[in-house]
Nanobody, 121 residues
Framework: QVQLVESGGGLVQPGGSLTLSCAASGSIARINAMNWYRQAPGKQRELVATSSRGGRPNYVDSVKGRFTISRDDSKNTVSLQMTGLKPEDTAVYYC???????????????WGQGTQVTVSS
């Protein structure tokens, strides 16, 4: 059994900072990718940042220079450091991971439950 649990969301003022964290629990043999997505009201879910194994992180244009993704495979965690937050960053943020579970036969997609980030004065 594998779970992804996000934390760190909340209400912040424009220009503020917030760090989101995601912890994967379970018997994980290998991590391929751990990414962050977000979904604003009335909009499609979009990929915000990627952290693939052996690759460079990638970001959607709207957050480049403001967000930083990092992961610690020894702890099965990924974080998203957000600075210079804007109202348009308001969304539910979701953690995603492609994981090979111990005893499994391949990589499987896992999603967290989401954490709300609201940027408002």
């Amino acid at each position: 059994q594998v779970q992804l649990v996000e934390s760190g969301g909340g209400l912040v003022q424009p220009g503020g900072s917030l760090t989101l964290s995601c912890a994967a629990s379970g018997s994980i043999a290998r991590i391929n990718a751990m990414n962050w997505y977000r979904q604003a009201p009335g909009k499609q879910r979009e990929l915000v940042a990627t952290s693939s194994r052996g690759g460079r992180p990638n970001y959607v244009d709207s957050v480049k220079g403001r967000f930083t993704i990092s992961r610690d495979d020894s702890k099965n965690t990924v974080s998203l450091q957000m600075t210079g937050l804007k109202p348009e960053d308001t969304a539910v943020y979701y953690c995603y991971a492609a994981l090979w579970v111990v005893g499994g036969t391949g990589f499987v997609d896992y999603w967290g439950q989401g954490t709300q980030v609201t940027v408002s004065s």
